[in-house]
């Protein structure tokens, strides 16, 4: 694939702009309130400095390669062991595709006094005209939408801190610091399986993979910073009621259900994506058709108020791919895939998940993620190093 028909730096800042503006950003944000602001400031910063340069490790390959998230996959752990990663990445999807759904829908109806399931359907079926739009048409919107939500986002912080004076949330062990961290670094984690389904279309990949991880962090601390300031100061986890309250009205509902949009048509989208790596027989439009239909009938069904758990996992499952991963691509230079099964670096990767449940019990200096994913970087290549040595040998 060449690279002067691809996307540009600009358009893929676009898209990682969108993404970052989310409801469910400033929800998590809200967790913080309890840290303290300067407390909490530096978990979100160092989480989030952490999690982009594993994003940008991870866009950078697909750029390079020219290939999906799941499809570089393939190149550690074999043609069939990628498909454990593929259903688990739409797994996921599909569950933030829920989550997403929920939290938009959960707003709009506290803010305007309406059911939580028919906003959840409105949101479901915008989300379906975005796919229809495609990815082309998507951006040209996006430009125009996302420059409004962020403008409304900036209102919303100058409401908040404007007004902002004593702590009302009490300063507690509730969250430790180095859980802070994992929540921080685990936003920009859940989006490692999807970036490469954007950058491998970059025309300038470095510089298209950076902007995109840059873009994504700086927003995305932002939101999180919204979440937890509007907790302390206003004792307000609601964001659309907190609009509202200001006098905002349909302007906070344009804000939690385009943001809403926006961002879960990035899951969905890249669920499609990841559904043609696991047959050619699967059309990736009507893939993320049916992501977005099953999402939206789970967050009419079921409560998702509580998300540390999902985030915990997707760190456990993915931080210690993308380490396998980046292992194998930077210091071992395998590019292709070697087989069906790449049995070394599945046991490895095993062994990372474990390692990352088990220390997550503990209360880690800088989270789990980081020790897990070292400990897994160390054994990809000490695997990797002896089966070059026997091949040699033999």
Known sequence: MSTSSGTSVFRNMLIWFGAAISIAEIMTGTYYATLGMMRGLEAIVIGHIIGGILLFGAGLIGAKERKSAMETVKSCFGGYGAMLFIILNIVQLVGWTAIMIYDGSISAAAAFGTAPELWAAVIGILILGWLYI????????????MAALFIMCLVLGHLIWSGSGESLVPIDDSLSFSSAIELSIAMPLSWLPLISDYTRRAKKPVAATAASAITYCVISMFMYVIGMSAAMYTGETNIALLMTGAGLGVVGLFVVVFSTVTTTFMDAYSAGVSSESLSSHIK??????????????????????????????????????ISVLLANYFFLKRRDVTGAWDWGNVIVWLIGFIAYRELLTMDMPWGPTLWAMGLTMVLTVIVGKLRAGRTVQA
């Not at 495609?134 to 939408?145: P, Q, Y």
């Not at 439009?285 to 985030?311: K, Q, S």
């Not at 996992?313 to 210690?320: A, L, T, Y």
């Open 134 to 145: 495609g990815l082309d048409g998507f951006t040209k919107i996006n430009t125009v939408v």
């Open 284 to 321: 990736g439009r009507g893939a993320a058709v049916v992501v977005t239909i099953v999402g939206t009938i789970a967050a009419m069904l079921y409560p998702m108020d509580n998300i540390m758990d999902f985030l915990f996992f997707i760190g456990s499952v993915f931080g210690p791919m």
